[in-house]
């Protein structure tokens, strides 16, 4: 299984804190850390990527179909504009 980027992410900062100051220090900062980069994320507007792969798909298609509709009007514009 692989591991996400963030705990990745955070797991190399607390081992360099571990690493650089005293036990307790280190681990009051490696939480301050962790709460002030989940709060950061919490306010953005992210979404999995799945989803974001569906709408892309789901924009192509709907995208294609416009044109599709834009081609069909021009020519039914032609052949009206041909009929007068």
């Known amino acids: ?10 797991q190399s900062i607390k081992s360099v804190l571990d690493q650089a100051l005293p036990t307790d ?7 301050d850390i962790e709460s002030r980069l989940q709060n950061a994320l919490k306010s953005l507007s992210l979404v999995p990527k799945h ?7 789901l924009l192509v298609t709907l995208e294609a ?16 504009a041909a009929d007068r």
């Open 51 to 57: 989803e974001f792969e569906a709408q892309q798909t």
């Open 25 to 31: 220090l280190a681990h009051s900062v490696g939480k």
């Open 1 to 10: 299984m692989q591991i996400d980027p963030l705990t990745a992410l955070l």
């Open 65 to 80: 179909q416009i044109e599709t509709l834009e081609q069909r009007l021009a020519k039914l514009e032609d052949t009206g």
